[in-house]
């Protein structure tokens, strides 16, 4: 089970995140309202992955993310703020984040964004900007640019029309394992479903 800190200024909206969280059988560790809070929380759970605001008060999401990592380079943050600018996102992915996705995304792409970080990839949500020359997020030159070997391997087989039943039997994996896979999968490539998400890893394949 993914350990997680959530670390949001407004009481509201981060209320809201680990409501989502804990329906999604995700283990909610502790909380925090500002950067400075965050450190301490979460140098006390050392959690999985810290879901970390941007702009707060005392010490900014970013200037506490480096910190964080820098103390617990194990930890994994995915960023999530109102601020989509090309030079916040480039500022986050500096600092160390593994995932960035806006207070606009969907509770799925969040909970895929959580799902990846914890995987050890690099996500930025549709819709957020690629900074130039970024590695390891899904660009137009290849629908696998920035899938793990695993999630490769899961488009394919998605890619073939296989069902997530079958793929977890060839992969040996949990079904919900599979699924949660095929979110992430799908996230990164800006596809509305699975459907277009095959398309677009066939037409790869096939270039």
């Known amino acids: 089970m993914i350990r997680v800190v959530v670390v949001d200024v407004h009481p509201v ?7 989502l969280l804990r329906a999604s059988d995700i283990d909610v560790v502790g ?14 759970t050392i959690p999985d992955v810290v879901l970390m605001d941007v702009s707060m008060p005392d010490l900014g999401g ?22 989509e600018d090309e030079a ?18 969907s509770p799925e792409q969040i ?10 990839s690099l996500l930025l949500a549709p819709g957020v900007p690629r900074p130039y020359g970024m590695v390891g997020a899904a660009t137009e030159a290849s629908a696998f640019s920035g899938l793990t070997p695993r999630e ?26 599979v699924a949660n896979y095929v979110s992430i999968i799908m996230l990164k490539l800006g596809a509305s479903d699975r459907a277009e998400a095959a398309r677009l890893i066939r037409a790869d394949r096939d270039r």
Do not use: C, W
């Not at 909970?111 to 050890?120: M, Y």
């Open 13 to 19: 909206f981060r209320k809201g995140l680990i409501a």
């Open 31 to 44: 909380e925090a309202g500002s950067g400075l809070e965050a450190l301490d929380v979460a140098g006390d």
């Open 62 to 83: 970013i200037e506490a993310t480096e910190r964080l990592l820098a103390r617990h380079p194990s930890i994994r943050v995915v960023v999530v703020t109102l601020f």
């Open 88 to 105: 916040t996102v480039t500022r986050a992915l500096r600092a160390g984040a593994s995932a960035y996705v806006t207070k606009q995304a």
């Open 111 to 120: 909970l895929s964004a959580v799902a990846a970080a914890a995987e050890g």
């Open 152 to 177: 490769f391997a899961i488009a394919d087989l998605v890619s073939r029309g296989l069902a997530n039943p079958v793929i977890a039997e060839r992969l040996h994996l949990s079904v919900k394992t």
